[in-house]
């Protein structure tokens, strides 16, 4: 089992910069790519980024290019989400989530945190 725990929602105005985090614990972190998705009310989970075991690789929706950027550090067991230039549309809870292989698709993820409530006000 691989528990998560994310950290670091708030309330923030449109425009403004937030990071969140999640760590690990349970098993080796490295074994697995990593996900961030989010849910606003009403719609589904989707991603929002994705980044591979050794960090080399990445997977972003179109809408968040270039504005928000996922990383790791293995040495910590936390992956981050550094979201800038928020927008209110960008209003959910996000999740991270686990795997064992990079992908996209929310059903292939084995392991959830709770998720971090992050909202943007205009």
């Known amino acids: 089992q691989v528990q998560l725990v994310e950290s670091g929602g708030g309330l923030v105005q449109a425009g403004t910069s937030l990071r969140l985090s999640c760590t690990a614990s349970?098993?080796?972190?490295?074994?697995?790519?990593m996900g961030w998705f989010r849910q606003a009310p009403g719609k589904a989970r989707e991603i929002v980024a994705a980044?591979?075991?050794?960090?080399?690789?990445?997977i972003y929706a179109d809408s968040v290019q270039d504005r928000f950027t996922i990383s790791r550090d293995n040495a910590w067991n936390t992956v981050y989400l550094q979201m800038n230039m928020l927008k209110p549309e960008n209003t959910a809870v996000y999740y991270c989530?686990?795997?064992?292989?990079?992908?996209?698709?929310?059903?292939?993820?084995?392991?959830w945190g709770q998720g971090t409530q992050v909202t943007v006000s205009s």
């Open positions: 980044i591979s075991r050794n960090g080399g690789n990445t």
């Open positions: 989530a686990g795997r064992r292989g990079l992908g996209p698709s929310t059903s292939e993820y084995d392991y």
């Open positions: 349970g098993r080796t972190f490295s074994d697995y790519a």
